[in-house]
């Protein structure tokens, strides 16, 4: 008499079983890729060698539900050879200028807040740079992005 179980079919080809574990960890990995993408722009009413800076960063939650995202920031170094790094402060804003660490955005959606950064050092040519990571919240960093934006600092030169 025949079994014909699902158990005792895969332990009579141990191949398979293997072939079924790598196709179902590799659909897993597959499914785990970031449902979210930025992008951003500088506010250009402000010259590169004004104090405060503005960035609006635009989020597409390419989810089919609506998600919220946890947001950080962090300097990171972006020394290319040509300047120095130099830190600035900076803070994540709303569009009401609250400060923020979560965002909603509705499915298949976009949503923005503002990278607000203060120069410290007003005299000396830098670059400085800082990473937003969004992380969707309960999930894991490779569900989520980042981008890093680059800030030229012009001190007292002639770029003013």
Not at 36 to 52: G, N, P, Q, W
Not at 59 to 74: F, G, R
Not at 121 to 127: C, E, I, N, V, Y
């Amino acid at each position: 008499m025949i079994n014909n179980t699902l158990p005792n079919f895969l332990t009579s080809f141990p191949r398979l079983t293997i072939l079924i574990t790598l196709l179902t960890v590799f659909a897993s990995e597959t499914h785990a890729q970031s449902s979210v993408s930025m992008t951003y722009s500088r506010d250009l009413d402000h010259a590169l060698s004004e104090t405060i800076q503005y960035y609006t960063v635009e989020v597409s939650n390419l989810n089919s539900s609506k998600t919220t995202y946890e947001l950080t920031a962090t300097l990171v170094d972006c020394n290319d050879g040509s300047l120095v790094d130099k830190e600035v402060q900076f803070e994540l804003n709303s569009e009401a200028g609250a400060v923020i660490n979560l965002i909603t955005v509705d499915a298949a959606s976009k949503a923005t807040f503002t990278l607000k950064t203060t120069k410290i050092d007003l005299d000396t040519t830098f670059w400085s740079c800082v990473e937003i990571q969004l992380i969707p919240k309960g999930g894991s960093r490779s569900q989520g992005g980042s981008v890093v934006i680059k800030q030229l600092n012009p001190g007292n030169s002639n770029s003013k």
